[in-house]
């Protein structure tokens, strides 16, 4: 039986289409009560004054919260709209909202600073005093010798790019429940990291690890969103502790915009030197990260610094990354987290670079890809296993590039306006370490712990393929259970399109070092070393199944461990590919559809391909949302004025476009176990630079010289371009 390779449908399905699969808005436990937030209406203002007096006599209040609870220093100060001062526990959900209006805080208002470059003047409001500057953080990253080459250069571009702020908007808001049964506190939450919450809840409330139990129930998305351990999450638990009985919250739409973070807000002034084939010399210039107001979004503008050159052979760099807070929720990781943004970046410059000197904008990426891997980067970033070349000329002929542009010089004679557009990607994925825990079960069948934490990738499918191949058993007879620290001592989790190859990884270990121990076992029972296929081990004519042997270890007639752990430890992957996006635009509106997107990537091994297919067309879509639709807009005071989802343009399946996947047909397999690179974040790399590629590809049919250096590109940037 060979299952990996194989499109086998998601296990997890069956729960969520028939309504089983249990969210943390669907735990309730007797005497369940209801956390709410006093949330500031300003974005930047001190706080002089909390009394929640009335809110303490209403019905149904069991426990106010304070500042002083809450860690909120008092006579401290709000930093964004929607940042909590207070915290209101009752007794019913619903009288709690009424509650949370009557709370009275006495605010000093603060002027409020909302743009990077206006953050960097000189007399700028400071968002944390303590700083007494608004850069939260700096670094510069450089090789060669940018100088000489800039020099030696025969072509100088210049410009900036400005990627807008987005909202990861989630199909679940994020909650959390916490109860305390005076031995053992349990969380529950919708998040990405259960053992980095069971850490922080442990320390705040100065528990050992041992009494804190973090379980992850299925979660409805997250996109990195989910990934930090927020306040709420430790004051819930602080609630559940101290009142001895259960606690939920779960955010409102609106709040959830306010108080998730926000992804993507970078911006880059740069300076790119070229010859006059179009070969790129020197890149130099400056990321700056639209931060909010805590740094939470550590290494975004330093990771985008450091993937700014791509797939390309550029030896010559400097990139400053500078992180500057502002007024507005905290900035953090967001579906591709820097690479997005290093790509679109990068991809936007290679185009202009082709513009520019009147050639073809393939022919540029084919005249600076890298030639030889492993490739260090001239900023330090070493790219593993591949050929770029081949992998972005087969892509071109599977993806049909040449005929798209056919067909749409074609289309335009008859009046429609097609655009084309092509990115290239390199992404870096995969990080740290990862548990698994594997158990052979008395009937045959094995149980595996990850400590993954899937949020709808199908990641349970994917581990028990690799483990059903490693054990040579049915698929059906592999178990896979996540989501609970009380079952796995520790873990990082899913995020980073990292799951099978570290994930992964560490349940093939964890399979090998299984049958190791039933082997032998099996050598006692038997009295000769077995060899193992199929379930079953054989030697000299005897045969033992898998069963047989952990029956015989229960009776004593053998020893083995049946239960086993593996740790695995995983270095970066970087996945390549080619992508062409296909729109057409109304002259008259401006509007923009999405007809056709089509990709191919060489991600390694590819264990499931429905799955990886899914991973292409969700990510996609979100690049198409980022390019076209969704905007975080906050107005001069600091309001988020796309505070729900009547404002906030999340593409649906009407905006959707029709997909072709593909995958290397020889992939460059990592070095991991698994032979896997990472799927889950390629597309949404690689679809906001062909989108507009393709946006202004149209445009230039019938306005040359149109160029577009920001997203998103709404209508109302189409028609005026066109104007």
């Not at 028990?464 to 009380?486: F, H, M, P, R, Y």
């Not at 296929?533 to 270890?553: N, T, Y």
């Not at 649906?652 to 070095?671: D, I, L, W």
Request: proline content about 5%; aromatic content about 10%; glycine content about 10%.
């Amino acid at each position: 039986m060979k299952y990996v390779g194989r499109p086998i449908p998601r296990f997890e399905d069956d729960a969520i289409l028939s309504g089983r699969a249990q969210y943390v808005d669907d735990i309730e436990l007797p005497g369940m009560l209801y956390a709410g937030f006093v949330r500031s209406p300003y974005a930047h203002a001190k706080v002089l004054r909390v009394d929640l007096t009335d809110v303490a006599r209403q019905r149904g209040v069991v426990a106010v919260f304070g500042p002083r609870e809450m860690g909120f220093a008092p006579g401290g100060k709000v930093r964004y709209q929607g940042e909590a001062v207070a915290m209101v526990v009752a007794s019913d959900r619903y009288l709690l909202y009424d509650t949370l209006e009557k709370a009275v805080v006495e605010y000093e208002p603060l002027p409020a600073v909302l743009d990077v470059f206006e953050a960097l003047k000189p007399g700028a409001p400071l968002v944390d005093e303590g700083l007494g500057t608004n850069v939260a953080h700096e670094t510069v990253y450089e090789g060669g010798d940018v100088e000489k080459a800039m020099k030696e250069a025969e072509v100088m571009l210049e410009g900036r790019f400005t990627i807008q702020r987005i909202i990861p908007a989630a199909m679940e808001p994020r909650g959390v429940v916490a109860s305390y049964d005076g031995d053992v506190l349990t969380v529950w939450s919708s998040t990405q990291v259960p053992f980095d919450i069971r850490k922080e809840v442990a320390k705040a409330l100065d528990l050992p690890l041992t009494k804190v139990r973090v379980i992850q129930p299925f979660v409805g998305s997250a996109f990195g969103s989910k990934l930090l351990v927020y306040p709420e999450e430790i004051w819930v638990s602080k609630a559940a502790y101290l009142l001895k009985r259960p606690v939920k919250w779960i955010a409102t739409r609106s709040e959830d915009f306010k108080a998730t973070t926000h992804g993507r807000a970078l911006t880059l002034e740069y300076k790119v030197g070229a010859t006059r084939d179009g070969r790129v010399l020197a890149i130099e210039g400056v990321v700056y990260a639209d931060a909010g107001a805590y740094y939470w979004g550590e290494g975004l503008a330093d990771t985008a610094a450091r993937m700014l050159p791509g797939p390309y052979d550029i030896r010559h760099g400097r990139i400053k990354a500078v992180s500057v807070l502002t007024n507005k929720t905290p900035l953090s990781a967001y579906r591709g987290a820097g690479r997005p943004e290093a790509t679109l970046f990068i991809e936007r410059i290679m185009d202009r670079l082709a513009d520019e000197l009147g050639l073809d904008r393939v022919e540029v990426r084919r005249r600076n890809l890298i030639r030889q891997l492993p490739y260090t980067n001239v900023f330090g970033m070493t790219y593993d296993t591949g050929d770029y070349l081949e992998t972005f000329e087969r892509g071109l002929e599977r993806l049909g590039y040449r005929q798209l542009r056919s067909w749409a010089e074609e289309e335009f004679k008859k009046g429609r306006l097609i655009g084309v557009g092509l990115s290239v990607y390199v992404e870096i994925t995969t990080f740290g370490y990862e548990t698994a825990i594997l158990r052979a079960e008395r009937d045959g069948t094995f149980t595996l712990y990850t400590a993954l934490t899937p949020h709808g990738q199908g990641v349970a499918t994917a581990l028990a393929q690799v483990v059903a191949d490693e054990l040579e058993v049915s698929i059906e007879s592999v178990k896979v259970v996540w989501g609970d620290t009380a079952l796995v001592p520790d873990g990082i989790g899913t995020m980073g399109s990292r799951s099978i190859t570290a994930g992964g990884s560490a349940a093939i270990l964890a399979a090998r070092r299984l049958k190791d121990e039933l082997a032998k076992a099996t050598e006692k029972l038997l009295g000769c070393k077995p060899e193992y296929s199929s379930g079953e081990f054989k030697c000299g004519g005897k045969s033992a199944s898998v069963r047989d042997v952990v029956k015989a270890v229960y009776r004593r007639e053998a020893e083995a461990q049946l239960t086993v752990e593996a740790i695995y430890h995983a270095d970066a992957t970087y996945p390549f590919g080619v992508h062409v996006a296909v729109v057409e635009v109304d002259p008259e509106t401006g509007f923009v559809k999405p007809l056709l997107y089509k990709s191919y990537d060489d991600v390694g091994f590819v264990v499931n391909p429905l799955l990886a297919a899914g991973q292409a067309m969700g990510g996609a879509l979100q690049g198409i949302g980022q390019a076209l639709y969704e905007e975080a807009i906050y107005d001069e005071a600091g309001n988020l004025v796309t505070a729900n989802l009547a404002f906030y343009y999340v593409p649906t399946a009407a905006e959707s476009p029709k997909y072709e996947v593909y995958f290397a047909e020889r992939p460059h397999p990592s070095r991991h176990l698994t032979g896997t690179k990472g799927i889950g974040e390629a597309a949404t790399i690689a679809s906001t630079p062909a989108v507009v590629s393709a946006v202004e590809d149209a445009l230039r049919r019938i306005k040359p010289g149109v160029r577009i250096e920001k997203t998103p590109v709404t209508p109302e940037d189409v028609w005026h371009m066109l104007r």
